[in-house]
Nanobody
Framework: QLQLVESGGGLVQPGGSLRLSCAGSGFMGTYNFGWFRRAPGKEREGVSCITRGGSINYADSMKGRFTISRDNAKRTVYLQMNSLEPEDTAVYYC??????????????????WGQGTQVTVSS
């Protein structure tokens, strides 16, 4: 069973940047990965995903600000977040989908989840 651990969250001012990391416990080359977030009082939403082949999807509100990437040799998936806004405050989770094909931003597709890392955007 793949275990995932997120890191890199914290407190940042509006307009700032953070890079989240998601480290896996085993070989990650056969998984699609997604980043999700849950803001206070809101439902979980998909942020971005990347296939085993490197194809990428973003939620519309993150396009141009967030960048997902993966490094299978380091067993790590990243989420670079720029131009952060208070509305980006949430717990961010990474997740792994063992199926092949395109990645989607629906949580039901993902079998393995990390514990999450808190991102707070505030002045």
């Amino acid at each position: 069973q793949l275990q995932l651990v997120e890191s890199g969250g914290g407190l940042v001012q509006p307009g700032g940047s953070l890079r989240l990391s998601c480290a896996g416990s085993g070989f990650m080359g056969t998984y699609n990965f997604g980043w999700f977030r849950r803001a206070p009082g809101k439902e979980r939403e998909g942020v971005s995903c990347i296939t085993r082949g490197g194809s990428i999807n973003y939620a519309d509100s993150m396009k141009g600000r967030f960048t997902i990437s993966r490094d299978n040799a380091k067993r790590t998936v990243y989420l670079q977040m720029n131009s952060l806004e208070p509305e980006d405050t949430a717990v961010y989770y990474c997740a792994a989908d063992p199926s092949s094909g395109p990645c989607i931003l629906g949580a039901a597709a993902y079998a393995y989840w990390g514990q999450g890392t808190q991102v707070t955007v505030s002045s």
